[in-house]
């Protein structure tokens, strides 16, 4: 019994997580539990931004455009349910979920990867200022994320824009692949890759006002108190909505780009939205959709990433 002592605390030594460890498991779970709530409201937004009805159109009817997406989805459904003889909730649930698989993975690599790249940078990058510390880290997580993770991106636009049925539509992440290789060769990868760059900037500015607002949350607080879930999540919700009101448009641009099948510049997809779609209002079109989304998504991934991480932390 006495040589087994030695032996199991040396293994529990080295079964202990790092702190590289802990962010990478507090994103994943983060990104994981995200993309699972909040996927249906995904693929809304991406259809709206996909749309090419012109914005000012239905400006009297302010969740016309919403309506219209689902409305096409319940139509699919039925459809579906003709063809392949299942129950209506059935198949309405398939397209409500369709390209979760490329939701999934883009999430949980996208916030696996930002979070432990954003702690890596903050032990690396001082300024005087905290403010600019945090921007710079999260920058460069984001940039790094960005461009790692762009075809996963570019998969996922084209299967949510598509109901399971449509001709042409992709049938899988895999068959997705085959086709754009085969039709548009690897750098159609990376559609939108320029647009998702200036999002990085709002992933920026989103993770700066959360840091100093948790921050100054927990200045005053002893180091054994902890911040409660709703500090969490009225911190989260605050610092996303004014990064989405800011930077909203790109993700517009992106959508269009990421969806083309031939060459489109920025240049072009900007002044068919400004001068055919309805002027500064198309820019934002699929706002009310991502705001409906953002929030609980936001909220989602910054109380399971600070509630996984603080479990970690504590009892493993």
Not at 89 to 110: D, F, K, Q, T, W
Not at 157 to 186: C, F, H, N, Q
Not at 212 to 217: A, G, I, M, V, W
Not at 242 to 252: G, K, R
Request: glycine share 6%; hydrophobic share 40%; proline share 3%.
């Amino acid at each position: 019994m006495n040589n087994e002592q030695p032996f199991t605390q040396a293994h529990a030594a080295t079964a202990k997580l790092t702190r590289r460890n802990i962010e990478i498991i507090s994103g994943l779970a983060a990104g994981f539990a995200t993309t699972i709530t909040t996927h249906p409201l995904d693929v809304i937004k991406v259809r709206l931004q996909l749309s090419h009805q012109t914005a000012s159109g239905s400006s009297h009817k302010p969740f016309h455009s919403i309506s219209s997406v689902l409305r096409r989805i319940n139509h699919d459904a039925i459809v579906s349910s003709q063809r392949n003889h299942w129950s209506r909730p059935v198949n309405l649930m398939l397209e409500a979920y369709r390209g979760l698989v490329p939701n999934l993975v883009g999430n949980i690599s996208a916030w696996g990867l930002y979070f432990t790249l954003y702690a890596e940078f903050k032990q690396h990058v001082h300024f005087a200022s905290d403010t600019l510390t945090y921007f710079t880290s999260s920058t460069l997580a984001g940039l790094t994320t960005s461009v790692i993770t762009n075809p996963i991106w570019v998969l996922k636009t084209r299967i949510l824009g598509e109901s399971r049925g449509e001709p042409g539509a992709y049938r899988s992440l895999a068959d997705g692949v085959r086709k754009m290789l085969r039709r548009e060769g690897v750098a159609s990868f990376w559609k939108g890759a320029i647009p998702s760059m200036f999002q990085v900037f709002q992933a920026s500015l989103q993770i700066t006002i959360y840091d100093q607002l948790k921050n100054y949350h927990i200045r005053g607080k002893k180091k054994s108190q902890q911040l409660h879930s709703w500090q969490y999540l009225y911190i989260s919700a605050t610092s996303k909505i004014f990064s989405s009101l800011i930077m909203y448009p790109a993700q517009v641009v992106k959508s269009r780009l990421q969806n083309s099948h031939g060459d489109l510049s920025i240049l072009q997809v900007v002044k068919n939205l400004y001068f055919n779609e309805g002027g500064y209002a198309a820019f934002y079109k699929g706002l009310s959709a991502n705001i409906l989304r953002v929030l609980p998504a936001t909220c989602i991934t910054f109380v399971t990433y600070e509630s996984v991480k603080k479990y970690l932390t504590l009892h493993v």
